[in-house]
């Protein structure tokens, strides 16, 4: 109960910072400018930090601590591959503008923006670890089999986007600096947890500016309520009744699910725009799974 608690008081801390995104934008304060400068703040230097940060002195590394970072790869990839496949029978009756906006979106998880925010909230720095080692499949299936819904994609361009993204730098210096007897100076680690502490408030400012264009009303077309359920109800819940005979870490098991239960990400409406799908439907999906998800992440807390 207590981390329902939690849940439910850091998403409605959550929500009040989306609204105020959304105002922002409806203002013109954030415009489409301003939306893509704060986004590649966020993915270039702030998450990054929150993970650099999250690997700093607050963790041994023992054998139990590489066995769970093992697992949470393992337990990620087979996820990524159930996704896959499974998006081949629930989709498959939808024209292809949309039945690749919704199978990219139940590969590719906002788990970023808001997944780190919620896991540090809720778990502290080895809710980071996990959740950062956890969201390496993901990484690698968004830029292949995700990128190949709308487009041919060469395996040399993935690996080469997955080697040099940010956040997966940031997981490889996190962990040498965790291993190696190597410190940095006072003023540096003081600076990277300053930027740490950017990630929620940034994060749910740009989330808040994305759903600014969107319309009430998209939330109720049957289509989008089918993947919201899918996404943030029928998916997690899965992966807890799998996991829940498994003898692994609760803390681990907290966090498959939770990641798993993260609405779209938002470069399913990206990607639809640049590749001549629906993104407007794909704009809906983002904005319902986001919004749905306030109520249903501190639901899946009841049971975890």
């Not at 995700?146 to 395996?155: A, I, M, Q």
């Not at 009744?241 to 609760?250: E, N, Q, R």
């Not at 399913?268 to 319902?288: H, K, M, N, P």
Request: hydrophobic share 55%.
């Amino acid at each position: 109960m207590d981390v329902f608690v939690k849940m439910l008081t850091l998403q409605s801390q959550l929500f009040i910072l989306i609204l105020l995104g959304i105002l922002l934008a409806k203002l013109g304060v954030i415009n489409g400018a301003g939306r893509k400068c704060l986004s590649a703040l966020l993915i270039d230097l702030i998450l990054p930090c929150n993970i650099v940060n999250s690997f700093l002195g607050r963790a041994s590394v023992t054998a139990d601590f590489m066995r769970n970072c093992l697992y949470a790869f393992c337990i990620c990839t087979v996820i990524q591959i159930a996704a896959i496949l499974g998006n081949r029978v629930l989709f498959r009756r939808f024209e292809r503008a949309k039945s690749s906006v919704l199978s990219y979106g139940m590969i590719c998880s906002n788990s970023s923006f808001i997944g780190l925010p919620v896991a540090e909230a809720l778990y502290g720095s080895m809710g980071v670890m996990y959740t950062s080692i956890f969201q390496i499949p993901i990484r690698f299936t968004e830029w292949t089999a995700g990128l190949s819904l709308f487009t041919n994609v060469e395996r040399k361009d993935a690996l080469k986007k997955l080697a040099v993204h940010p956040c997966i730098i940031a997981i490889f210096v996190g962990l040498a600096l965790m291993v190696l007897p190597v410190e940095l100076p006072g003023f540096a680690l003081e600076t990277v947890a300053a930027l740490s502490r950017c990630c929620i408030p940034v994060s749910m400012l740009v989330i808040g500016s994305i759903l600014a264009g969107a319309s009430i009303g998209s939330l109720f077309d049957p289509k989008v309520l089918w993947f919201c359920f899918l996404r943030l109800v029928a998916f997690p819940l899965a992966v807890y009744g799998v996991l829940y005979f498994l003898p692994i870490d609760p803390l681990l098991k907290s966090i498959s699910v939770l990641m798993t239960g993260m609405p779209a990400g938002s470069t399913t409406s990206i990607l639809a725009e640049q590749y001549g799908c629906d993104s407007l439907f794909a704009s809906r999906l983002v904005f319902a799974s986001t919004l749905f998800s306030v109520a249903t992440l501190p639901l899946l807390c009841v049971i975890l």
